[in-house]
């Protein structure tokens, strides 16, 4: 967990003393079970967000974490801004962000305790490196390239959004004719980040394996969406009929509607996933790949339509 990293890199200044008697040992011994559990699904977050969100919030409260969060937007927008308005007065700057903070979203997403809000700094970190790299000062540049990183490390999808935006942005800039020195240049910046924040990631999943034993596991996000969906309801009560041997045949008669609900709900009416023991958790990690595509394999218009609604 995000608490158990802090600690045991001192960020909060405590230290979690070992045990020592049989009834501390005993005591820590359940306390492991918990964190054992947790690992069959806490492969889908970040433990360097984690890290950044506990130790932003323990020193200053979840207002510091929001702060930060929304200081390092202001800061994106205003580059971006600076690069593509270069002759616009001062005062525009502010003007845009005003009608930012009231027209949309974002000073609701920044002050989540959540990553989510660097998807759209990668998103303005790609643009930058992209077409405006000329105009940031020295000390920009590499900040810029710390902030790219970073967002890179705090969601495992924003390494697969960066790829994406490798290949539009190279295809863009080719279409308007950039500098080859300059496409050639993004791609080495952005391909160089993926590659730090992929080996960032694997290296605390190793860690965790070494030190617990425990593969660190992801939800099967896709499955419940396709449940949700209605085509992988359909397939799934098809084909527990007929004897398939997938771990959620025994809830098939449930609604099966809200993806959340299937996922985290503890309710008896409407909760599958977090309802499961460890071992039906991991199996139904391991069938999610394998459920999914025999879903569109089954019902391929219904799943394509459905997923292009999702898009």
């Not at 009929?241 to 008896?268: M, T, Y």
Request: charged share 15%.
């Amino acid at each position: 967990s995000a608490h158990g990293v802090a600690r045991r890199l001192h960020l909060l200044g405590e230290k979690e003393p070992p045990p020592v008697s049989a009834e501390q040992k005993q005591a820590y011994a359940l306390l492991q079970w918990p964190k054992h559990f947790d690992h069959s699904n806490v492969g889908a977050r970040s433990p360097y967000y984690g890290i950044f969100l506990y130790t932003l919030a323990h020193r200053g409260t979840l207002w510091l974490l929001a702060s930060v969060q929304a200081l390092a937007c202001a800061w994106m927008i205003f580059l971006l801004w600076r690069g593509m308005a270069a002759e616009a007065p001062g005062w525009t700057y502010y003007a845009l962000m005003a009608a930012l903070s009231l027209g949309t979203s974002l000073p609701w997403v920044a002050s989540f305790a959540m990553p989510d809000i660097f998807a759209g700094v990668l998103v303005i970190a790609a643009a930058l490196l992209l077409f405006y790299r000329d105009q940031l000062t020295r000390w920009e540049k590499p900040a810029l390239c710390v902030i790219l990183g970073v967002a890179l490390a705090f969601h495992g999808s924003h390494p697969l959004l960066m790829i994406a935006m490798l290949v539009v942005g190279v295809v863009l800039a080719r279409l308007l004719k950039a500098p080859a020195r300059a496409i050639k240049g993004y791609v080495q910046i952005g391909g160089l980040a993926i590659i730090s924040a992929l080996v960032a990631l694997f290296i605390y999943g190793e860690s965790i394996y070494l030190y617990t034993g425990d593969h660190l596991r992801r939800p099967p996000f896709v499955m419940a969406l396709v449940i949700s969906d209605g085509p992988g309801r359909t397939y799934l009560r098809e084909s527990c009929a007929h004897g398939a041997p997938w771990v959620i045949c025994r809830f098939r008669n449930l609604p099966l509607k809200n993806s959340d609900q299937i996922l985290w709900s503890s309710e008896p009416a409407t909760g599958v996933f977090n309802r499961m023991n460890y071992e039906d958790r991991v199996t139904m990690e391991k069938q999610e790949t394998e459920f999914v595509v025999a879903t569109f394999f089954h019902h391929p218009i219904a799943q394509a339509v459905a997923s292009l609604k999702d898009w």
